[in-house]
């Protein structure tokens, strides 16, 4: 069975989730819609397994959108997915590895009262197979996330990733919905500038974490160099720290020049106890990975494979890359 569906896509969905009885995997680039979100909350809380990838994007993040953090206290495994995979654009579920759901259609108001949009429904095991290959293929690059962001009002102002006027759109739709008052968004300004289009990205900064050697001196361990070309994704590197005589275990993600401390700048500091949790280890193994775009995205996984905690650190400025 193949069946094609041009309207009222939502309520088509929605009872295929119904009826999963053991496992649903959603890739989804946008996901506004908080009828789809109740449903794999209510798949969950029936034992359903739900594995759900999302594009690292602002609207995913907005205040109006569904707390992902919901989705994953209700036992829902999230992993977001940033310019490590490439730019996510994906639209597709599948259900009990026995039926497929794709088109043009995210999961979005924008795409349920706006767009013209499609999707097929199929139970033809060789696609069904084929997008749990794809959706596979993608969860062994992605770390399972212990936490979503949520963005405020000023933060998503301050994000270059927006599309203020399909922000603005879905915040309508959600807040009649939801019966919320509505809040805008307005850019704050508009700028023309007149530039030549740079064919390289580079990382403009060496970027890391700062350290001690084996004699208490503080250093700067770069996981990216200045100079690397854009998009990098670091090899992991496993570092160890004491966690059974520790109770905290302050880690400083730092840019600037590893050469002069004068030029070292924080982007955040982390107590890695939080990956630490369960263990009681002398010398505990934890993992650290860094990814930053040409955007000038930057994500930091960490990971303790002994107490299975995951962290995944994400910022966002455009003076972490530089163009020749």
Known sequence: MEKAYFSGIRNRIIPCLNKATKKIQVAMAWFTSNELFEALISA?????????????????????????????????????????????????????????????????????????????????INIVMLFSAEFQRLQNILSVSSSCVRLSWDDIEQRDDVDYRELNYEIEQICEVQNKPVKRFFETKTEVVRTEIKKTALANYAIGIQALDSNDCVFFDPFITQGTKLPYHSSEIEFFFDSKNMTEFPCLFIYGNPNNKKEWNLIKEVDLMQVAKGTSVIDLPVRFSMNLDDNGSLRVDVSCSKSGQKLTISTLDSKFVKYE
């Open 44 to 124: 969950l809380n029936r034992g359903v397994d739900v594995e759900l990838i999302l594009l690292d994007n602002a609207i995913n993040y907005m205040y109006y959108a569904p707390d992902f953090n919901e989705f994953i206290k209700a036992g829902g495994k999230l992993r977001i997915a940033g310019p490590e995979v490439g730019f996510m654009h994906h639209k597709f579920c599948v259900i009990d590895d026995s039926l497929a759901i794709t088109g043009s259609y995210n999961w979005t108001y924008y795409a349920e009262t706006r767009n013209v949009e499609n999707i097929v429904i199929s139970d033809n």
